[in-house]
T-cell receptor
Framework: NAGVTQTPKFQVLKTGQSMTLQCAQD?????MSWYRQDPGMGLRLIHY???????DQGEVPNGYNVSRSTTEDFPLRLLSAAPSQTSVYFC?????????????FGPGTRLTVT | AQRVTQPEKLLSVFKGAPVELKCNYS??????LFWYVQYSRQRLQLLLR?????SIKGFTADLNKGETSFHLKKPFAQEEDSAMYYC???????????????WGAGTKLIIKP
């Protein structure tokens, strides 16, 4: 199993550009989530999904969209990139849909917005 | 408010010395607590969960409900323990919301030779 994969690993965007961060898992996990990691702030939940067709907002959803058309994939879209979205983005999945304590993480995407 | 606090951003100890990484939480229900670790250039991974009461890589953590703490301890630090450590709580922000992991800000542990 590849586990949780993310692409790209690095990305530089200009303010106002849009892009999609890809996330896939091959463990048949129902729960998937997107976090951003900023120095001194830990991980903050952007959006999450408890199954195909079901998504919900986390702590910092503004400026991001998600969809979950399949169990495997959970892409994160930046609608109009801003410098404040410079961060490291992690995708994670959990086998426990309702109480996702143990999460498996992807390698991360380092995004810089200039 | 539901919160996880890790008071130390950075902790530096010598090899062989004891290590204690502090974690305090605020949660109105019955918490489920975890420690995650991120080694340099590796992905974040689960280290411990309070329910299993196990020792992983020599680390233990006990949930103290009276002090609302879940400190991570190791009696003799090793250089390979150098990493970023995050404490996390599985809980709900409100009765109507789903369970999420609520994260502390993390502590960078450096083990000096």
């Amino acid at each position: 199993n590849a586990g949780v994969t993310q692409t790209p690993k690095f990305q530089v965007l200009k303010t106002g550009q849009s892009m999609t961060l890809q996330c896939a898992q091959d463990m048949n996990h129902e729960y998937m989530s997107w976090y951003r990691q900023d120095p001194g702030m830990g991980l903050r939940l952007i959006h999450y999904s408890v199954g195909a067709g079901i998504t919900d907002q986390g702590e910092v959803p503004n400026g991001y969209n998600v969809s979950r058309s399949t169990t495997e994939d959970f892409p994160l879209r930046l609608l109009s990139a801003a410098p404040s979205q410079t961060s490291v983005y992690f995708c994670a999945s959990s086998i426990i849909r309702d109480r996702p304590g143990e999460q498996y993480f992807g390698p991360g995407t380092r995004l810089t917005v200039t | 408010a539901q919160r996880v606090t890790q008071p130390e951003k950075l902790l530096s100890v010598f090899k062989g010395a004891p290590v204690e990484l502090k974690c305090n939480y605020s949660y109105s229900g019955s918490p489920e607590l975890f420690w995650y670790v991120q080694y340099s250039r590796q992905r974040l991974q689960l280290l411990l969960r309070h329910i299993s009461r196990e020792s992983i890589k020599g680390f233990t953590a006990d949930l103290n409900k009276g002090e609302t703490s879940f400190h991570l301890k190791k009696p003799f630090a090793q250089e390979e323990d150098s990493a970023m450590y995050y404490c996390a709580l599985s809980g709900r922000k409100s009765r109507d919301s789903n369970y999420q992991l609520i994260w502390g800000a993390g502590t960078k542990l450096i083990i000096k030779p």
